[in-house]
């Protein structure tokens, strides 16, 4: 059994990318060499490629922008770098909340929803990879996620104690299923939105948001947060 270092990346719409293909460098587009992906619509490991009109992914999510793609190429551009190979599970769903919502699709596992689906795709992963004669090693599990839960008033002071019990849940999912305990990896939320939309209320809220992901890994020496710098 070879094994392969895995990337898993959850999220909400800030994962599935709002990055216009055209502004990508030449590296990035095309075939993405040593960089392999798992296509749940398909049941198939792909090699990543960023053609001119989406991802193949199509980042999990049948519903993922035409023309616009996502953190995960910059990252497993990365990975390659340093590793020279990477497998990536990926599963990003637009206007997705952590906290359960009557507005949004939940990644909540009380609420049976995303966290479920997850579940389902990753024991399809990972039966993928076993029958291909793969062991999985998990580098890290990366989060970006938060602006939908600063739309709803209250959802912002429960994400610290749902966020954490969130972070043991996924990793007690998959961390059987790795050589090694997954780091954490989370893309803290930011403050901009649309002009619109992004009221006083709505900026507070997601600042109480970004402090409650900080705050889950104070005692966690395999969690690590990431500055976006406001950027989706």
């Not at 970006?144 to 749902?162: K, M, P, R, T, W």
Request: net charge negative; glycine share 6%.
């Amino acid at each position: 059994m070879a094994v392969k270092n895995v990337v898993v990346r959850l999220g909400q719409s800030n994962e599935n990318g709002k990055a216009t293909l055209a502004a990508l460098p030449a590296s990035l587009r095309g075939a993405q060499a040593n960089t392999f992906v798992f296509n749940y619509e398909n049941n198939a490991l792909e090699t990543l490629n960023c053609d001119g009109v989406g991802t193949n992914l199509p980042n999990n999510n049948t519903s993922h922008t035409a023309d616009q793609t996502g953190p995960i190429l910059q990252a497993s551009a990365e990975a390659v770098a340093d590793l020279g190979e990477i497998y990536l599970f990926t599963m990003g769903k637009d206007a997705a909340s952590l906290c359960q919502s009557s507005l949004f699709q939940s990644w909540n596992a009380e609420s049976l929803d995303l966290y479920v689906e997850f579940a389902t795709r990753w024991n399809a992963f990972k039966a993928l990879m076993l029958a291909a004669g793969h062991t999985i090693n998990i580098l890290y599990i990366s989060w970006y996620q938060g602006e939908s839960d600063s739309f709803v008033e209250g959802n912002d002071l429960a994400y610290y104690g749902i966020f954490k019990r969130f972070v043991k849940d996924i990793r007690s999912i998959v961390s059987p299923d790795s050589v090694s305990g997954p780091r954490w990896v989370t893309y803290l939320c930011h403050q901009y939105i649309a002009a619109a939309l992004a009221t006083s209320q709505f900026i507070n809220r997601s600042l109480n948001v970004a402090a409650a992901q900080r705050r889950v890994g104070w005692d966690d020496p395999e969690y690590r947060v990431v500055e976006t710098n406001n950027l989706s």
